[in-house]
């Protein structure tokens, strides 16, 4: 029933930025935490930003901070990733996911700690 729809994905030149969108139904979206994370090529899925569920409060990893902006409309039912001056190494699928419902805080940065996922969009950056 829960459905996340990333969209927003591309090919971009490495400085450039591009805005990934995930629109969500099925779920209470203004009471819930989102995330993005990613995935590249052979590599585990990574955390890459969390927005708390009034959009009030968000955390990043240290490799994208500064450049990487997450957002939320509530009245859209939409989570946004701004990315700023691209880098190759930000090459992935990016994922949206769901925060889960009283989770340990101790999961806000690891794939466990979201039960639902989207499909990905995939984020290619060339030098």
């Known amino acids: 029933q829960v459905q996340l729809v990333e969209s927003g994905g591309g090919l971009v030149q490495a400085g450039g930025s591009l805005r990934l969108s995930c629109a969500a139904s099925?779920?209470?979206?203004?009471?819930?935490?989102m995330g993005w994370f990613r995935q590249a090529p052979g590599k585990e899925r990574e955390f890459v930003a969390y927005?708390?569920?009034?959009?009030?409060?968000?955390y990043y990893a240290d490799s994208v901070k500064g450049r990487f902006t997450i957002s939320r409309d509530n009245a859209k039912n939409t989570v946004y990733l701004q990315m700023n001056s691209l880098k190759p190494e930000d090459t992935a699928v990016y994922f949206c996911?769901?925060?889960?419902?009283?989770?340990?805080?101790?999961?806000?940065?690891?794939?466990?700690?979201?039960?639902?996922w989207g499909q990905g969009a995939r984020v290619t950056v060339s030098s």
């Open positions: 927005v708390s569920s009034g959009g009030s409060s968000t």
């Open positions: 996911a769901v925060r889960g419902y009283g989770e340990n805080t101790r999961t806000r940065y690891v794939p466990t700690g979201y039960p639902y």
């Open positions: 099925g779920l209470t979206f203004s009471t819930y935490a």
